[in-house]
């Protein structure tokens, strides 16, 4: 059975798109059978693996609170033969609203994505910047959760509230969701506030904390407009190093062995 990991956290801007997109291509790049899923109403994971959301027909949203089967509403993907997408859509907005009065509201990701799990070797949800119904949806599904940390001064604001959610979410939802780590974002090597944040965080959370640290890096910002990961915009370049890394510590730590296919695609 695959694993369903979350990245969330509901401070903006601290990379949680970007580290779900890459994340997942970075898996599948090492032929770990992938799916990515945008839970987030602007769409930027549907639209940085190369889907423009205006042209998306059915999304997570039909799923939620159609009921449409998820299996009828995923994409291949062209960047990479093992990523595959759940896209969103902007009419998820609207989806907390109108699943309010919904029995069992907050496991409505939970019932589209559990029976996918034994497809995928991953499902990696990008959450939206909120501890909204939809994040709850997410982080009830999911096995584990990524934290995206950005090493500046406001790093660890919002990070307690969000602990205290996922121990609600234990407690009450999803007794098995577990804390896969907190990764460190948008580290400059040059400032001392970056390494001062480094060492808070490692301080604070030890073990929690993944030993992949990704940079500030030109080619991780320009990737979403040409709408591929940045492994497929420069490989080499130390944004994409850093995930195939992350990617490699999730794998180490998980003892994930690549699917039957993938392992007969790679022997070819």
Request: charged residues 20%; glycine residues 6%.
């Amino acid at each position: 059975m695959g694993k369903i990991i979350a990245v969330a956290n509901q401070k903006g801007g601290v990379g949680k798109t970007t580290s779900s997109i890459n994340l997942a291509a970075s898996l599948a790049a090492l032929e770990y059978r992938t799916l990515l899923v945008d839970a987030d109403p602007q769409a930027n994971a549907t639209s940085g693996v190369g889907f423009d959301p205006k042209d998306i027909q059915n999304s997570i949203y039909e799923c939620m609170v159609d009921g449409i089967n998820a299996q009828d509403i995923i994409l291949q993907t062209n960047v990479l033969p093992h990523l595959d997408l759940m896209p969103s859509h902007i009419d998820l907005v609207g989806a907390e609203v109108e699943m309010i009065n919904l029995p069992n509201r907050e496991e409505k990701m939970k019932d589209a994505l559990r029976p996918l799990a034994d497809q995928y070797d991953f499902i990696i949800i990008d959450c939206s910047p909120s501890l909204g119904l939809i994040t709850v949806n997410a982080l009830t599904a999911a096995h584990s959760v990524i934290i995206p940390v950005q090493c500046e001064y406001f790093a660890l604001e919002g990070l307690g509230k969000l602990l205290n959610t996922v121990k609600i979410i234990q407690s009450r939802l999803n007794e098995e969701l577990e804390i896969e780590g907190i990764l460190l974002t948008m580290y400059d090597v040059r400032l001392r506030l970056s390494n001062q944040v480094v060492e808070e965080v490692k301080l604070h959370f030890q073990q929690l904390v993944f030993d992949t640290i990704i940079p500030r890096n030109v080619k991780l910002s320009e990737s979403p407009s040409f709408g591929i990961p940045v492994i497929l915009h420069d490989a080499e370049s130390k944004g994409s190093i850093s995930y195939l890394n992350l990617a490699r510590e999730i794998v180490e730590k998980n003892s994930v062995d690549a699917t039957p296919e993938a392992a007969e695609d790679s022997a070819a």
